[in-house]
């Protein structure tokens, strides 16, 4: 049995479609009930539902065996885990951004707010540049507009929310999308289980591209 | 007085320990112990060794900066300069650092053994011989995962370093063969080299079959660390381990230390790696001593909840009423003890939950609870 944890909302509704695709259905895993696991003995899955930034740590631990996390959260958490396919799916990007009138004074020390402390440390240390990170949770768009930093590291998905608060891309730092990872441990004990359904979900995604 | 020990009473990763030590000196390796604590430039002239789980520093009477150790490896490399022939040692320490997710400081118990001085094939067999043991004493499916530096090495060429270097090693711990390629393409390098190395990465099985698959990428027809790895892998699948042992480069860790042979153990009932080993020739020479050095450490810390010991199976609870005198509730509980239980004695009336039997001692004598 190999159990998959998937992120909650449209991203996870949409893999586990890929999923089911590839010969790994569970028909109420989509049914509007308040469970969390739905199990098909039949095909050996057991789907979960958790929160997306989540899903790293069920999968490190063990929890589960694979599952489908965002490569920002795999790169912020920095999870020991296997990254074995581009789902190609959930495409964003990690950028820097700033109001419109914004002019970058080297000479001072720059204030940087985001929700991804270590991907924003991690590339500005790369450009050897001193700055101060004011971590938010959430409306990340609002601290330059108030005054709170200078900058903001964050996820653009259309740009829309950036543009109506007039912020803008400055830097592109990487490009995000959805990847199937797997736990160390699965790997070596239920290789043969994860690598067909690897297989199998790397064809269907590559017979829509 | 004798004390009957069962085993089955110690935790798993104590028994794990108690187990190890014998299989360990059962090889001839005698038993080494150090202090608990280090001079601070041991660990920062050697911090490429020692990854990034920090150091745990503070300052001895005398003004030196002192550590608790974070690795027990570099202590036994530092005591065996000077030493010749072949030193074989086990140890069971406490070590000090950050896990890998970060984090406070932890203390962690580590089992493993150090082999410095003349390493051959046959040394080598035995280290890994070792490590296979040490996986099969858990009683839980075990896996050796062998890797080769050299092999790596061969496959990635000589003209990647600084950041694009560190960026491809992340890559090949994840398995990320699209991030390989994706790292190729950003930085033109040589793609064919790159995809021959996002397949060697994501090889995995039988470890016989992947040098196979190895030895027909082109890079690889000359490379002596297949050579080395067929060698020793006949030797382990003819001692009857052909099931449990694999070829993973995904294994690596820091190419300045290991240039060869690098190793990590898993078990089905614990999901990261317990056992990490590997190949560290260059620390010993750096350290003043021309020769191989070969060892790997279990982590017992990850095991403790391997098996659930049950207590209370076998535990009773001795009430004492307050006019007895001690030597009379002394002996009331060793005549319980001797039926087999372990016995706790207290004056407290009301503490009687979780016992398996309760006794009383009062004038009249020891009775038991019947509803207990």
Redesign the interface.
């Known amino acids: 049995m190999l159990n998959i944890a998937l992120p909650k909302g449209r991203l996870g509704e949409k893999v586990y479609k890929i999923f089911e695709e590839a010969g790994y259905e569970c028909p109420s895993v989509l049914s509007n009930s308040r469970k969390l696991i739905f199990e098909n003995e039949k095909k050996g899955v057991r789907y979960f539902w958790v929160k997306p930034s989540d899903v790293a740590i069920y999968v490190?631990?063990?929890a589960a065996d694979i599952g489908v996390a965002g490569k920002d959260i795999?790169e912020e958490?920095s999870?020991?885990?296997?990254?074995?396919?581009?789902l190609n799916m959930g495409k964003c990007r990690m950028a820097v951004a700033a109001p419109k009138t914004f002019k970058d004074d080297p000479n001072r020390t720059l204030r940087a707010a985001t929700k991804f402390k270590n991907i924003a440390s991690k590339y500005y240390a790369?450009q050897s540049r001193d700055i101060d990170i004011i971590e938010l949770n959430g409306s990340i768009e609002i601290a330059p507009i108030l005054g709170l930093s200078d900058v903001i590291v964050d996820i653009v998905e259309t740009g829309t929310t950036l543009k109506e608060n007039d912020l803008e891309v400055i830097t592109e730092i990487m490009r995000i999308s959805a990847r199937l990872i797997s736990?160390?441990?699965?790997?070596?004990?239920k290789?043969s289980e994860i690598t067909a359904l690897k297989d199998a979900v790397a064809k269907v995604i590559a017979s829509k591209e | 007085m004798n004390i009957t020990i069962d085993l089955k009473s110690f935790r798993a990763d104590e028994r794990m320990a108690l187990s190890l030590r014998a299989i360990y000196e059962s090889y001839g390796y005698r038993p080494y112990k150090m202090s608990k604590f280090e001079e601070y430039e041991l660990y920062s002239s050697n911090i490429d060794f020692l990854g990034d789980g920090g150091v745990l520093t503070f300052t001895d009477v005398n003004g030196k900066l002192m550590a608790l150790k974070p690795d027990v490896t570099l202590s036994i490399v530092k005591n065996s300069k000077g030493s010749v022939g072949t030193q074989k040692v086990h140890y069971r320490e406490n070590v000090y650092r950050r896990n890998a997710r970060g984090g406070s400081f932890k203390e962690m118990l580590q089992s493993g053994i150090e082999c410095i001085g003349n390493i051959g094939t046959v040394e080598t067999v035995e280290v890994l011989l070792l490590a296979l043991k040490s996986l099969s004493a858990t009683e839980c499916s075990y896996r050796l995962d062998i890797s080769h530096i050299g092999v790596l090495s061969s496959l990635i060429g000589d003209d990647i370093a600084g950041e694009i270097k560190d960026e491809l090693f992340t890559c090949i711990k994840r398995k990320n063969a699209g991030g390989i390629i994706e790292i190729a393409t950003v930085n033109d390098l040589d793609i064919k080299r790159f995809e021959a190395l996002a397949y060697a990465v994501s090889l995995n099985g039988n470890a016989l079959d992947v040098i196979a698959s190895l030895k027909e990428i082109p890079y690889l027809s000359a490379c002596e660390g297949l050579n080395e790895l067929t060698e020793i892998i006949t030797a382990l699948n003819s001692l009857g381990y052909k099931e449990n042992i694999g070829i993973d480069l995904s294994v690596v860790n820091d190419m300045n230390y290991y240039r060869s042979l690098i190793f990590r153990g898993y078990i089905d009932c614990v999901p990261e790696g317990i056992l990490f080993g590997g190949r560290y020739d260059d620390l010993v020479k750096k350290m003043g001593r021309n020769c191989g050095a070969l060892g790997f450490a279990v982590a017992l810390d990850r095991l403790q909840d391997l098996a659930k010991v049950n207590y209370g199976d076998d535990n009773a609870l001795l009430v004492y009423d307050e006019n007895m005198s001690p030597s009379e509730i002394m002996n009331a509980a060793d005549g319980i003890r001797k039926n087999g239980y372990s016995v706790e004695i207290t004056s407290d009336k009301e503490k009687s939950s979780g016992f398996r039997k309760v006794f009383y001692i009062t004038q009249n004598g020891v009775t038991e609870d019947e509803n207990a």
């Open positions: 490190e631990r063990g795999i958490y999870p020991e885990v296997y990254e074995l396919l581009d790369s736990n160390q441990t699965s790997y070596r004990f290789n």
